[in-house]
């Protein structure tokens, strides 16, 4: 098979899967009476199949009935009924929320205020009595992409195309993110930045090598091999998983051994989430 025919047949594919793809919700899942609420009105109905599953509705439905609970769902409602990536963020912030809750640490607070009256996402509190400023990226494939891809309309093609393949550097999205958080932190309050990825290749595979390039490697300018991001305690990186059966989360934590006293993550929460330091 010669290049041009190759090509054709590599488009045919993609056309095929193209066609093949689902919008809105599935028939036969049920939705909460919360999930129904932001899907009457959600952008993302014409953009993907969500929730794909009545595993994934049921979940989605525990989540939103925590923010309302935490008096949260109001605020979040504009960016849950948004695009995909704005409902994935939304929903992304509220897991990582509420991971935190069930692990006894409570929130106290949320959009606080860090430097320079930037927002983050919430305030957790810890037995000792301290509170951390929780800051949530969620770095996504469409970062990794190159310009002419973007300027040839590749984001609109989907996260995976049939004989898509590609050079990756996860850790680089790592230092993206933290580049992209810092300016939030403060100098006089415990900081940490949870990273949920949407990656071609997501940091839950490679995650202890991914962070030791970022975070820990000379090679690399690693964020935390100087002082530069001294007011930043730690990185986490969040998952969902799950069985077919149920759902439950993942976090992994790395400390920046460089963080100043007064920004250093408190004992209880490195401890609960057996945290790394690789100074």
């Not at 095929?16 to 793809?21: I, N, P, V, W």
């Not at 899942?29 to 509705?57: C, H, K, N, Y």
């Not at 979040?76 to 509220?94: F, K, T, V, W």
């Not at 992409?145 to 550097?169: F, H, N, T, V």
């Amino acid at each position: 098979m010669g290049p041009d025919e190759l090509s054709r047949a590599i488009n045919e594919r993609r056309a095929e899967q193209a066609g093949r793809s689902r919008v809105g919700v599935p028939a036969g899942v049920r939705l909460g009476p919360l999930t129904a609420t932001i899907m009457d009105e959600a952008r993302s109905r014409v953009q993907d199949e969500f929730p794909s599953t009545q595993l994934w509705a049921d979940e989605i439905e525990r989540i939103l009935s925590f923010a309302q609970v935490q008096g949260q769902f109001e605020c979040y409602l504009g960016a849950l009924r948004g695009n995909a990536s704005q409902r994935d963020s939304a929903i992304a912030e509220l897991r990582v929320a509420f991971c935190f809750d069930r692990n006894g640490f409570s929130l106290v607070g949320w959009r606080p205020v860090g430097a320079d009256g930037n927002e983050g996402e919430f305030l957790i509190g810890d037995p000792s009595g301290l509170t951390v400023f929780v800051e949530v990226k969620s770095p996504g494939w469409e970062g990794e992409l190159s310009d002419e891809e973007r300027e040839a309309g590749r984001i609109d093609q989907g996260k995976y195309l049939y004989c898509d393949g590609r050079a990756i550097a996860p850790w680089e999205r790592i230092q993206f993110a933290i580049g992209k958080a810092y300016k939030k932190f403060l100098s006089s309050s415990p900081n940490l930045l949870v990273i949920v990825d949407d990656l071609f290749v997501s940091l839950e595979h490679g995650t202890e090598i991914h962070a030791n390039m970022a975070l820990y490697s000379s090679h690399n300018n690693a964020c935390f091999t100087h002082a530069n991001f001294q007011n930043l305690g730690g990185v986490s990186f969040f998952w969902v998983k799950n069985n077919g059966r149920e759902v439950w989360y993942e976090m992994k934590m790395f400390l920046n051994p460089h963080a100043l006293p007064g920004t250093a993550l408190p004992e209880p929460l490195s401890l609960a989430f057996k945290a790394v330091n690789n100074c």
